[in-house]
C-alpha cells in the first residue's frame, strides 16, 4: 500500500520522550519528501517537522530544540525523536509521503499522543 503506517504513539508525562515511526512501502516511484503533522482538537492540523529525500530538515518554531526528524532510506521509514515533551504536544501525530514528482502527500491513519502535566 501507498499510504504510510504510523507507529510509537502513547501517554507519557511531561518532560518525557517517545519517538514516533512511517514506514512507507508499496509503490513503485521513490520517495521524495516526507514529514510529520499534528491535530489537537479543535484545531488545524498544523506541520511538525518534514525532511527531502537529501536530508534537509523544518521543523515548526514550538518544537525547534526538542524533535528531531531523521529517515533511513534503507527502510523506506521515517522517524521523530521527541524529546522535553509538553502537554501542548498532546496530538493526534499524521505522517505524509511524497512519492517521485508527485505533488501529492499520502497521509498516513495518525498516531495519538498524550503528554500528561
Known amino acids: 500500500q501507498v499510504q504510510p503506517v504510523e507507529s510509537g504513539g502513547g501517554l507519557v508525562q511531561a518532560g518525557g520522550s517517545l519517538r514516533l515511526s512511517c514506514s512507507a512501502s508499496?509503490?513503485?516511484?521513490?520517495?521524495?519528501?516526507m514529514g510529520w503533522y499534528r491535530q489537537a482538537p479543535g484545531k488545524q492540523r498544523d506541520l511538525v517537522a518534514a525532511?527531502?529525500?537529501?536530508?534537509?530538515?523544518n521543523y515548526a518554531d514550538s518544537v525547534k530544540g526538542r524533535f528531531t526528524i531523521s529517515r533511513d532510506s534503507a527502510k523506506n521509514t521515517m522517524y521523530l525523536q521527541m524529546n522535553s515533551l509538553k502537554p501542548e504536544d498532546t496530538a493526534v501525530y499524521y505522517c505524509?509521503?511524497?512519492?517521485?514528482?508527485?505533488?501529492?502527500?499520502?497521509w498516513g491513519q495518525g498516531t495519538q499522543v498524550t503528554v500528561s502535566s
Open positions: 505524509y509521503v511524497m512519492y517521485g514528482s508527485i505533488s501529492y502527500k499520502f
Open positions: 508499496g509503490s513503485t516511484f521513490s520517495i521524495n519528501d
Open positions: 525532511i527531502t529525500s537529501g536530508g534537509y530538515t
